[in-house]
C-alpha cells in the first residue's frame, strides 16, 4: 500500500475510488491513448487492492462504507481466492509458503509464459544445452523472445542489458541470478552487454548520501566483474557518472520524459503527490539503455539494434513503460525474459533482503556464517520428528534448502534425486542443508577469490565508455 492511501480514511479512499473510475470512463469515453487508460486502470485495480485491505469488502459503486468501518486482522482469505500477491520494484510479498504464482502473475502483467518450445528453440539458436534456469523453469516469463531470436537467425544482432541498485557494499547470493543468466546468454549469442547501476534511483528512494551511493556502485561493479564477464564486451556504467558525460544518453531520457504522463507513472508505479519530483522522473533514466543510441562509443549513432533485457519480474513495470514509449519516439521496442525470486531463507514469502543480515546468504560470508545462516534459518519443509520425517517424507516445495539446491545444482538428475529423496523421508532436512551448505560454501569462496583480483584499474575498464568488440 502506498504512504498516501495509509493515512485516508475509508471513506476518503472510496471517494479516491470513485472519482479514479470517473476519470478511467472519461478516458475511454473520449477514446485517450491506449498508454493513458491503461495507466488509469492500473491505479483504479491499485486503489481496489488497497480499499480491500482496509475495509475488508470489494469496493462497491454507490455504496460507500460506513464511518465505523473497521480494518480486519490481515489473516489468510478462508479460500485463498482473494489473496493477492504484491509485486513492483520496491515490495515483494505472497502469503503461499511455495512463493508468488508465477502463473497469475503473467496474466497480470500480460507476459508470455517460456515453455517448453521456447527453451527448444533457444537451445536449436545457441547451438548448446538451455541454461539451468531455463531447464527450470528459473527464467519463466518473456516478452518478444521469439522475434530476438528470428533476428538472430538472420544474422541481426541483439545487445543485452541488465542492471543492479546499488543499496549497500555487499551483494547476496540472489543478485547474483541476472548476472550469471546474462554472462550464460552473452557467451552464447558473442554479443555486447550494458550494465546500469542506479546510484541515483537508491539515493532517491533511501536514506543515503550520494557518495554513498557512488561507492556502493563501485563495490557492487567488482563483485559482477567477478562473475566472469568480457572486458571486450561488457560496459558497466553508474548513472551519476554516464549520464552527465553522454549528451546521446540524456537526449533519449528527455525524449522519453515528453512521451509519458504524471498520471501513466502514478499509475504504473504508485507515485503520489508526496513523492519527490526525482523518483517521478527516474523510470525515464532506467528505460534509456534499452535503446541502443543511448551507447553512441557501441553502436555509434545506429538506433535500430534490439536490446534483450534479462531482469527479475519486478522491475517489469518500467519495461513496460519502456515498450510502450519506445514506437512512439521510433525505437524498437525491447525484449525481456523475467526471472522468478530468490527466496529469503525464511522462505518464500519474501525475496531476500540486502539490510536483513540473516534473510540471505551474503557474498562476503565466510564458510561459518553460511553453515550457521542455513543450519539456524533456512526454513524447513521436513516433518517435526525423525520418525513422521522417515513416515511421512517433507517437502520439497517449500523448503528453502531444496529451493536453493534447484539455482546451484548443475545435474538436473541429482536435482530429481534429492526431490525424491527428501520427498519419501530416505534424506533428512539436516542432510538436505548439509548438501546446501556443502554447495555453496566453495562457491562464494571462489567468488571472493576471483573478486580480490578485481582491482580498482580493472573497474575503471569496464566503466569507461570505449568501443567494444563487436561487430553488427
Request: aromatic content about 10%.
Amino acid at each position: 500500500m502506498t504512504d498516501c492511501e495509509g493515512a485516508m480514511s475509508p471513506v476518503e479512499l472510496y471517494e479516491k475510488l470513485t472519482a479514479q473510475g470517473d476519470q478511467v470512463r472519461a478516458l475511454k469515453t473520449a477514446k485517450a491513448q491506449k498508454a493513458d487508460i491503461d495507466a488509469a486502470v492500473q491505479l483504479l485495480l491499485k486503489l481496489k487492492v488497497d480499499y480491500k485491505q482496509m475495509t475488508g469488502q470489494d469496493y462497491k459503486a454507490g455504496c460507500p462504507p460506513s464511518e465505523n468501518t473497521v480494518a480486519p486482522d490481515n489473516g489468510p482469505a478462508a479460500d485463498g481466492a482473494d489473496d493477492e500477491d504484491t509485486v513492483d520494484p520496491w515490495n515483494v510479498s505472497t502469503t503461499n509458503a511455495k512463493g508468488v504464482d508465477y502463473d497469475k502473475l503473467i496474466v497480470r502483467f500480460g507476459s508470455s509464459k517460456v515453455d517448453k518450445e521456447l527453451v527448444d528453440r533457444i537451445e536449436k539458436v545457441a547451438g548448446q544445452q538451455p541454461h539451468r534456469f531455463l531447464r527450470r523453469g528459473m527464467f519463466f516469463s518473456h516478452r518478444d523472445m521469439h522475434q530476438v531470436l528470428d533476428a538472430y537467425e538472420k544474422n541481426k544482432s541483439f545487445y543485452l542489458y541488465t542492471g543492479r541498485g546499488p543499496s549497500s557494499e555487499s551483494m547476496h547470493v540472489g543478485h547474483l541470478i541476472p548476472f550469471i543468466f546474462t554472462k550464460w546468454l552473452q557467451d552464447v549469442f558473442d554479443i555486447p552487454l550494458v550494465i546500469q547501476l542506479t546510484d541515483d534511483e537508491k539515493y532517491l528512494w533511501k536514506d543515503l548520501t550520494l557518495e554513498d551511493c557512488n561507492r556502493f556502485a563501485v563495490e557492487n561493479a567488482k563483485d559482477i566483474i567477478a562473475c566472469g564477464f568480457d572486458v571486450n564486451k561488457t560496459f558497466i556504467f553508474s548513472d551519476l557518472d554516464y549520464m552527465g558525460a553522454s549528451p546521446e544518453f540524456y537526449r533519449n531520457v528527455v525524449k522519453i520524459q515528453k512521451h509519458v504522463t504524471f498520471n501513466q507513472v502514478k499509475g504504473i508505479f504508485g507515485f503520489t503527490d508526496s513523492d519527490c519530483i526525482g523518483k517521478i522522473s527516474f523510470p525515464a533514466i532506467q528505460a534509456a539503455p534499452s535503446f541502443s543510441n543511448s551507447f553512441p562509443h557501441i553502436f555509434g549513432s545506429r538506433k535500430d539494434i534490439q536490446c534483450l533485457i534479462p531482469c527479475a519480474i519486478d522491475q517489469d513495470p518500467y519495461f513496460r513503460m519502456t515498450r510502450d514509449v519506445a514506437p512512439r519516439i521510433g525505437y524498437p521496442k525491447p525484449a525481456l525474459l523475467h526471472s522468478t525470486f530468490f527466496p529469503a531463507l525464511q522462505g518464500a514469502q519474501t525475496k531476500m533482503s540486502a539490510s536483513d543480515a540473516n534473510s540471505s546468504i551474503f557474498l562476503t560470508d565466510t564458510p561459518k556464517q553460511i553453515k550457521n545462516k542455513i543450519n539456524k534459518h533456512a526454513f524447513s519443509g521436513g516433518k517435526d520428528t525423525v520418525e513422521e520425517h522417515r513416515k511421512y517424507g517433507g517437502n520439497p516445495d517449500v523448503d528453502v534448502s531444496f529451493m536453493y539446491l534447484t539455482f546451484f545444482l548443475e545435474d538436473d538428475e541429482q536435482v530429481e534425486k534429492i526431490r525424491q529423496d527428501y520427498a519419501s523421508g530416505a534424506l533428512l532436512t539436516g542432510e538436505l542443508k548439509k548438501i546446501l551448505i556443502e554447495t555453496l560454501q566453495p562457491m562464494i569462496a571462489q567468488h571472493q577469490e576471483r573478486r580480490k583480483q578485481v582491482t580498482d584499474e580493472t573497474v575503471k575498464q569496464f566503466m569507461t565508455p570505449r568501443p567494444l568488440n563487436f561487430k553488427f
